[in-house]
């Protein structure tokens, strides 16, 4: 099983990214997919998750800014963020769920993909 992150980058305040995690190894359709923020000195915490129906979670501090989706033909989770500002900045990981729902038994965790949001 893989989990690759991409899309982080450096952005000013106000600006957009789109991360991708891409998944190998496992039936991608049947499994829910969390993204995590971990900031510098902070512990990870959970952005969103899209369960394999497309039911979507977000925290609330992202809810009308971030926008998570799915293509199960390429096996790839998106999260597109707009409106960043430095809190933002963090590594972003992805995490596979054990199950078809965002339950929280995470499996699997990407490497991690970098966003840094200037002020």
């Known amino acids: 099983v893989l989990l690759v992150e991409s899309g982080g980058g450096l952005v000013r305040t106000g600006g957009s990214l789109r991360l991708s995690c891409t998944g190998s190894?496992?039936?991608?359709?049947?499994?829910?997919i969390h993204w995590f923020h971990q900031a510098p000195g902070k512990g990870r915490e959970e952005v969103s998750c899209i369960n394999s129906d497309g039911r979507t979670y977000y925290e609330d501090s992202v809810k009308g800014r971030f926008t998570i989706s799915r293509d199960n033909a390429k096996n790839t989770v998106y999260l597109q963020m707009n409106g960043l500002n430095p809190e933002d900045t963090a590594v972003y990981y992805c995490?596979?769920?054990?199950?078809?729902?965002?339950?929280?038994?995470?499996?699997?965790w990407g490497q991690g993909t970098q966003v840094t949001v200037s002020s």
């Open positions: 190894g496992f039936t991608f359709d049947d499994s829910a």
């Open positions: 995490a596979k769920d054990r199950s078809p729902f965002c339950n929280g038994g995470y499996e699997y």
